[in-house]
């Protein structure tokens, strides 16, 4: 396609908030909108032929609309008309690359005001969080604009939303991407909105891109809505995030609407100039632990913790709180209501700190944020540079400190395991789809395809979207459309990936301007020192801890003990791969709630625990405190509510006291889980009942299979040792079952139902690590 048309604005970015600071949507307060000098390259264009009179009463009304949505002291910026400018007169598709702050939504709300008036049909915004479309429903309201949102959590209001839209009494319409394609929505919603949009909103634009940080397959189903849009309609795509490359992509994807135009690209400076940006190295984990524990209540107002995964969300947050800190716990696994009364304590300073995984990477907005501190480096300084762009939108500073840890990159290689599969992999699942004849569910699709849930939902997303597949009620068919494997694009996107991984590791080591890195990264040209971070201005925070805070954090990091809980139902479509096993497992057959040591993405144990377990780690039997802690938390267990020596919990009922152990065979580990499993047994006083053995000709499988592949490599390969089926009926009781690893549950899971009926009453599963 031709070129995208560009301006890069030039205006310097001095603006203060607004009075009274009030909110222009989810971009920030205040800084909704500003004087400066115009974006070379002029006007937008003509193409509309409407006169410059007519153009500048359109201004005028604009300015009107901003100054209800911000005070009466805002004016719009030179770039912000341009995009105005061409979506209400033009009716063209523009993208705009502005940094966080600079009222990328102000632009979309008096659009939408603007078209209205002129009797268009609603404004659709596809938004990527719960979180943005709660902040931007509020910011309309503020506006006088009526916004309705469809998402995974209003179901109950759906059809009651859609009859508002098709009445005209909704302004905007906010809907997630993964709407996109559920085939009620995408067959029977879809095409009547795209009939009867006025305005398409994609915000966060970058997860278009596969280029992006945050690429998501359901974004690129927009193909679909961008086709069947009425001649004319204008479409604007946002983001703060996207490098050269992804603004290119982007712009390509986006279209221009008819064969004669050009997209509009608006990308401006991406300096922040409330943000102080700094990095301290400290040596462990438990010395950042120690240092929030000191430095948080010195911190600036309210703000965000980040963690790399959800239980290190999780320690920090416990850690914190027993530290006296009002914090609270924010991730992909929290419920939407604990999510939502977190979001209102963070926005009414009841809290001192969200402590955070991703999931509020977008779509998060509180002008005052004073500050974010991420526990360990981001895969990308495009993502850090978003994630710490939710900070100082309406205040004059706010203070941004990286902590890299020595196990950032332990965690970036498992998400990069995640890419998109092998050529062999993707084919399997095509062919099976066609072979099946019938639509398969995600499920139904496990056993015949050697690919976990999440990796393989994603990739039936991405060929939905090239057409290979389709998604339909009951799952997903076969289109029997040619189909390539785009081996160079994939390849080219890891290697971007480890681009980005080698580029965060320099930020934290740089002697240079933290913010130029960052903009430079962004591909900005205006890239310059900014003179506030710790490599222009010097360090503004001390790496020192004090001795208690050390003390307290390494007494939490180096508490023992998680559960996990035991399988309980066999996984679907287990008999089409000659396993007869379907439905709930028997509760007689089931193993009971099990401990571990602690979980691999944890800051504490979990560091020990992958150097220990780690391939390349030669087998040895396993070390003395790693002993005496599993030994520590088989003590909780058993004094712990339903354990032998503890209360009776309120189902009714404790465990009998095991009454032996038995270990699993290990073709990797044989010395470590033989050891474990001796000393626990001599600790415990307790006979080592045998062990449960590969039967011959069944080798361990490697790799992290998905359920239903990994039991069926399990389903006859697991036999007792000789002479335990006779010992544990001898001893008849309650056994401990000795592991490394808890992986996907279902060696456990198989081994148990092996015991119990042989006679174990009960299994007790004691393993060192849980993944995840």
Not at 45 to 50: D, E, T
Not at 226 to 254: C, H, I, Y
Request: charged residues 25%; proline residues 6%.
């Amino acid at each position: 396609m031709d070129q995208p048309e560009t301006h890069s604005s030039q205006q310097a970015d001095t603006s203060a908030a607004l009075p009274g600071g009030t909110d222009a949507g989810h971009d920030g307060p205040g800084d909704a909108g500003a004087t400066g000098s115009p974006a070379p390259g002029g006007p937008a264009g003509a193409r509309s032929g409407a006169t410059p009179a007519e153009r500048a009463e359109v201004r005028g009304r604009a300015e009107q609309v901003l100054r209800e949505l911000a005070g009466p002291a805002a004016t719009l910026r030179e770039d912000q008309w341009l995009a105005i400018e061409a979506l209400v007169v033009d009716h063209r598709r523009a993208l705009v690359v502005q940094r966080t702050g600079w009222g990328k939504s102000a632009v979309y709300f008096i659009a939408t005001a603007l078209l209205r008036g002129r009797g268009a049909g609603p404004t659709v915004i596809v938004s990527p969080l719960l979180a943005l479309m709660r902040n931007q429903v509020d910011s309309a309201a503020r506006a006088g604009i009526k916004a309705r949102t469809i998402n995974s959590a209003n179901t109950e209001e759906w059809d009651e939303i859609q009859a508002e839209v098709a009445a005209g009494a909704v302004d905007i319409l906010l809907v997630s991407p993964e709407r996109l394609n559920n085939p009620d929505f995408r067959d029977q919603v879809l095409p009547k909105l795209a009939a009867s949009t006025g305005l398409l909103v994609v915000d966060e634009a970058h997860c278009i891109s596969d280029w992006g940080h945050d690429f998501r397959p359901d974004y690129r189903r927009l193909r679909t809505m961008l086709a069947d849009l009425s001649p004319g309609v204008p479409v604007l795509a946002t983001t703060a995030t996207a490098n050269a490359r992804v603004t290119a992509d982007v712009a390509e994807q986006l279209g221009t609407g008819t064969t004669d135009e050009l997209a509009l690209v608006l990308r401006g400076p991406l300096d922040r100039e409330s943000l102080s940006l700094g990095v301290l190295s400290l040596p462990d984990p438990a010395h950042r632990l120690a240092w929030l524990a000191d430095h948080l209540d010195r911190l600036p107002g309210s703000g965000i913790v980040y963690t790399l995964t959800v239980a290190a969300a999780d320690e920090v947050t416990a850690f914190l709180r027993e530290r006296g800190f009002a914090v609270a716990s924010y991730s992909g696994r929290t419920e939407d209501a604990e999510r939502r009364s977190a979001e209102a304590d963070l926005l009414a300073n009841r809290v001192k700190a969200l402590v955070a995984t991703s999931a509020l990477g977008m779509g998060f907005d509180k002008p005052d944020l004073g500050f974010v501190v991420h526990l360990g480096s981001p895969g990308s300084p495009i993502a850090y540079y978003q994630q710490v762009g939710r900070a100082g939108r309406g205040v004059d500073r706010a203070e941004v400190l990286l902590l890299p840890g020595r196990e950032d990159e332990a965690i970036w290689r498992y998400f990069a395991s995640l890419a998109f599969p092998p050529e062999e992999q993707v084919r399997r699942t095509i062919d099976a789809l066609a072979e099946a004849g019938r639509p398969l569910s995600t499920a139904a699709l496990e056993p015949r395809v050697d690919l976990r849930r999440a990796r393989l939902e994603t990739m039936l997303k991405v060929l939905d979207v090239d057409g290979a597949v389709r998604r339909v009620k009951g799952g997903w068919t076969a289109t029997g459309q040619a189909w390539a494997y785009d081996t160079a694009r994939y390849a080219k996107v890891a290697a971007s990936r480890e681009a980005e991984q080698r580029a965060m590791r320099e930020y934290a080591s740089t002697s240079a301007c933290r913010m130029e890195f960052l903009r430079r990264q962004l591909d900005d040209e205006q890239a310059v020192p900014c003179g506030r971070c710790d490599n222009c201005a010097g360090p503004r925070h001390s790496a020192d801890v004090s001795a208690a805070a050390l003390d307290a954090a390494r007494a939490a990091l180096g508490r023992p003990g998680v559960t996990f809980e035991p399988r309980r139902l066999w996984p679907t479509g287990m008999d089409a791969l000659g396993v007869p096993l379907k439905g709930r497992i028997p509760a007689g057959e089931q193993a009971e709630t099990g401990r571990a040591l602690g979980r691999l993405s944890d800051i504490g144990w979990g560091n020990r625990l992958r150097a220990m377990l780690a391939d390349q780690t030669p087998d040895s039997p396993v070390p003395d405190d790693a002993v005496n802690a599993l030994v520590s938390v088989l003590a909780d267990w058993a004094r712990g509510p339903g354990g032998w020596a503890g209360p009776a919990t309120s189902e009714g009922g404790r465990l009998d006291r095991p009454v032996g152990v038995v270990t699993m065979a290990s073709s990797g580990r044989p010395q470590l889980v033989g050891s474990l499993g001796a000393q626990i047994a001599s600790i415990g006083r307790l006979p080592l009942l045998g062990r449960i053995e590969y039967a011959a000709g069944h080798a361990p499988q490697g790799g992290r299979s998905n359920s239903a592949q990994r039991l069926h490599s399990l389903a006859g390969a697991l036999v007792l040792s000789p002479g335990l089926a006779e010992a544990l009926a001898e001893a008849s009781g309650p056994v401990l079952l000795i592991d490394d690893l808890v992986d996907s549950g279902w060696t456990v899971t198989v081994a148990a139902r092996l015991l119990r009926r042989a006679g174990a009453s009960a299994v007790l599963p004691l393993v060192l690590a849980v993944q995840g």
